[in-house]
């Protein structure tokens, strides 16, 4: 059977936990976090990242985080808090079911990065 993007972005929520960004704050606070931005190139060159977040690309998102790939980021381990957002909130639960998918077991969606501009978050341009 065939699913849409909704149904699969659905599907992605509900086993991705959806943070607000004080709650994000929070655990960024309490350590050994660390924050993903999976929008793609231009939208991070145009509006800045979370403050210390990591870019990754969602299609690249597998490789990075996968240590037997050769394309691992060294800054994604398994043993840290991983939150991960986008522009809207559907690819950040698509990463983080991959990430759950790959092992990863604490990860968090906080959505939108207009909601971290919104609420005062940090920002690096």
Not at 72 to 82: I, M, Q, R
Request: some cysteine.
């Amino acid at each position: 059977m065939t699913k849409s993007a909704k149904e699969l972005v659905e599907a992605a929520n509900a086993v991705v936990p959806r943070i607000s960004p004080a709650e994000a704050q929070d655990k960024i606070a309490a350590g050994n976090v660390v924050v993903v931005d999976v929008r793609d190139a231009p939208e991070v060159e145009k509006s800045g990242k979370v403050a210390g977040a990591v870019h990754v690309p969602r299609g690249m998102l597998e490789f990075r985080a996968d240590p037997e790939s050769p394309y691992h980021d060294e800054n994604l381990a398994k043993d840290k808090t991983v939150i991960v957002y986008c522009a809207s909130g559907g690819r950040s639960a698509l990463s983080g079911q991959a990430l759950k998918e790959l092992g990863y077991h604490e990860v968090y969606n906080l959505g939108a990065f207009s909601d971290w501009v919104d609420s005062g978050g940090a920002v690096d341009k």
